[in-house]
């Protein structure tokens, strides 16, 4: 036999002889905006709770059909509606070895109810009393008064369960983690990406199937289109109705969507005049039409919104029976008369190019106030400058896209009451705070129906935002990609059963 050929066997006999080498799974997911930050208990932009939901666990979580499943909580018992009692799965670790137990939870919980946190969370939970580690796995906990919602405010990722022994290490979290979810930070390059890597110790077994996640940043939305159909994007986020509509005629893509909870919303800062003036909130809500901005801004992919988002049927009040909310010039022009504006006023509208940032949406507001009269000059600035000015309530008015839910006191009291986390439009009005303080105690569907029906309805009238729409959930993705699946706030939490 000649020595070539006895080389190439013996070559072969080796190659066979070797293990195979599993080939690494990598999800690559396209996003057009960066994240703020990562600390779970104060991030407020959806581009950081994306992240976020890949890194952490609450108690409780949404399934893809919005339904309360357990999460680190594996069951829970409620012996009287101000008293639950959580049963933690064992032997969960966080990210850093240590595993999570009862005082890990109560730790998180309290550093959400503490006011020098700022955490938008607070105000899902504030009715807590008391809390305690009934042992290792169990905690109990005992509210002031019924809080109808307060399952559902846990679902929250400002709700999440982060180390204690890592908050004690680092203090702020916003530049690392500290979790159990089923993927870990490795890198994180700033405006750039993100690598999040398979968690080994994650507690459902066999999961996640990705062994790799990579968030790429790209602002444009016809290069996260390009970037999936070329394939070096698996899935992205796409907003645009005019990209959403080349990638359905695409036979290699599959375009999943999905009517969201999310309510895009147009808020005035109330302190500030013109916007003191309830006439002047009305006549600018009178102005707009919503119909109009769902076809220019989203290509008709959304359903106009009151107070309550659409989706949340048992509670939501329709667009049409709301006072102030069908255009009517004639009446907006006479309010605005009575306030002293018969020839209009200027004033700024925050925004940002990008989806969550709204500057389609507020172009398409700045042509409808024309009609009466008032000129809105566009301040669209970079995205870290739009978080900061909403943070320190810096505006006019801003459009923005606010994070809805099927339960009204979870969206609305943290909203619009005056002690709300996220109510910056610093909006304080005691008929409002008292509709939403009844709502959140009472149990029984009827009773607080009627009150978010009389809620939702004052709120129209007092317009200190005016709601707008909630936009379709819409993903674009290789037909490779299997096991997604969305949920209507926007969570990405199925990436954990995500396969290719």
């Not at 993100?194 to 990705?210: Q, S």
């Not at 444009?220 to 080349?246: H, K, P, Y």
């Not at 105690?441 to 009150?451: F, G």
Request: aromatic share 8%; glycine share 8%.
């Amino acid at each position: 036999m000649k020595l070539s050929v006895r080389i190439a066997l013996s070559l072969l006999v080796l190659a066979l002889a070797m293990p195979l080498v599993a080939q690494e799974k990598v999800l690559t997911i396209g996003v057009d905006q960066e994240a703020i930050g990562l600390d779970p208990h104060i991030i407020t932009a959806f581009s950081s709770h994306r992240r976020v939901d890949l890194l952490y666990n609450k108690l409780v979580r949404h399934d893809e059909n919005l339904k309360i499943v357990p999460d680190l909580a594996e069951s829970w018992e409620v012996p009287n509606n101000t008293t639950y009692v959580f049963n933690l799965r064992k032997g969960v670790k966080f990210h850093n070895g240590q595993e999570m137990t009862s005082d890990d939870v109560i730790f998180s919980l309290n550093r959400i109810l503490d006011p020098k946190t700022a955490s938008p969370g607070r105000s899902y939970i504030t009715s807590i009393k008391t809390m305690e580690a009934l042992d290792k796995y169990r905690v109990k906990i005992t509210l002031s008064a019924p809080l109808a919602s307060f399952l559902e405010g846990l679902t929250s990722n400002n709700c999440a369960i982060v180390s204690k022994a890592a908050v004690e290490q680092y203090g702020n979290l916003q530049k690392l983690e500290a979790g159990t979810g089923a993927f870990m930070l490795k890198e994180w390059i700033p405006d750039n990406s993100m690598t999040l890597v398979k968690n080994p110790d994650y507690f459902e077994k066999g999961l996640p199937y990705m062994d790799k996640v990579i968030f790429r940043v790209i602002p444009e939305q016809a290069s996260l289109f390009a970037g999936v159909r070329s394939g070096s994007l698996d899935i992205a986020q796409i907003n645009d109705g005019g990209t959403v509509m080349l990638a359905k005629k695409d036979p290699n893509l599959v375009v999943l969507q999905k009517p969201g909870i999310n309510v895009r919303t147009f808020g005035f800062n109330v302190t500030r005049k013109p916007f003191d003036d309830v006439r002047v909130r009305q006549a600018i809500s009178l102005a707009i039409d919503r119909n109009e901005i769902i076809a220019a801004a989203e290509f008709g992919m959304a359903q106009p919104s009151g107070p309550i988002p659409p989706g949340a049927t048992q509670w939501a009040t329709p667009v049409s029976k709301l006072p102030n909310y069908s255009p009517d010039i004639a009446k907006a022009k006479s309010l605005l008369a009575q306030a002293g504006y018969p020839n209009g006023f200027n004033f700024k509208i925050v925004c940002s190019n990008s989806f969550e940032g709204g500057l389609a949406v507020a172009q398409v507001i700045q042509n409808q106030l024309k009609k009466i009269g008032v000129s809105a000059d566009l301040d669209v600035v970079e995205w870290g400058i739009y978080i900061d000015k909403w943070n320190k309530r810096d505006f006019d008015s801003m459009v923005e896209l606010r994070g809805g839910s099927g339960e009204p006191d979870r969206f609305l009291y943290r909203t619009l009451h005056s002690t709300g986390g996220v109510n910056n439009f610093l909006f304080k009005d005691a008929e409002v705070d008292a509709l939403l303080d009844k709502g959140r105690t009472l149990t029984e569907y009827a009773a607080r129906k009627q009150v978010y029906d009389d809620l939702q309805a004052m709120l129209a009238q007092k317009a200190p935002v005016i709601f707008l729409y909630c936009p379709f959930e819409t993903h674009i993705a290789n037909k490779g990609i299997k096991g997604f699946k969305q949920i209507g706030d926007g969570s990405l939490y199925y990436v954990v059963e995500t396969k290719e």
